[in-house]
């Protein structure tokens, strides 16, 4: 099972990014995904999580700012985050929580950076 996640870049204060993460291999199927994020010095922090079943979670700096969704296969996680500030930039990391032939694991992507500048 792999993750491959996409999207990241540099931005201003204020705009836009969307980042994906896609699901590929052997997969019976999928619970939860979300995105994470670290600061280099710091701790990996949740951002927001999604279920299969549609459920979402966000963390409180970016709440009301960013979307998580899921392509209708439910293999693809997006995170549309919206009014970004310098305070997001970070490596963000996809997360699946994911039933391959006989187990049930988490699997992290590699990490996309997102930089905002002032």
């Known amino acids: 099972v792999q993750l491959q996640a996409s999207g990241g870049g540099s931005v201003q204060r204020g705009e836009s990014l969307t980042l994906s993460c896609a699901a590929s291999?052997?997969?019976?199927?999928?619970?939860?995904m979300g995105w994470f994020r670290q600061d280099p010095g710091k701790q990996r922090e949740l951002v927001a999580t999604i279920t299969s079943a549609g459920v979402t979670k966000y963390a409180g700096p970016v709440e009301g700012r960013f979307t998580i969704s899921r392509d209708s296969a439910g293999n693809t996680v997006y995170l549309r985050m919206n009014s970004l500030k310098p305070e997001d930039t970070a490596v963000y990391y996809c997360n699946a929580n994911i039933w391959s032939a006989l187990t049930l694991m988490d699997y992290w992507g590699k990490g996309t950076l997102v930089t905002v500048s002032s």
């Open positions: 291999g052997v997969i019976v199927a999928i619970n939860s």
